[in-house]
């Protein structure tokens, strides 16, 4: 999945944004567990990349609320 650019997340709905949100995590957890485990990951600086959305969809929320 390629990284949202903050633009792009202020266009989608709030909506939108928290379920994209809850799977952006999902799938952060999985990739950790695989991690964790000793298992093989087949894109290394994907939990950065994900780690980094997260950050720039909260980060959109928080401006938008306050």
């Known amino acids: ?3 949202l650019k903050a633009k792009e997340i202020r ?3 709030e909506a939108e944004r928290e379920k994209k949100l809850q799977e952006l995590r999902t799938e ?3 990739q950790r567990a695989i991690s964790a485990s000793g ?3 087949e894109n290394t600086g ?3 990349s994900l780690r ?3 950050a720039r969809i909260r980060t959109v ?3 938008e609320s306050g």
């Open 52 to 54: 980094k959305t997260i």
């Open 28 to 30: 952060l957890s999985n």
């Open 46 to 48: 994907k939990i950065k």
């Open 39 to 41: 298992g093989a990951v």
């Open 1 to 3: 999945m390629p990284s």
């Open 61 to 63: 929320i928080r401006e």
């Open 11 to 13: 266009k989608l709905t």
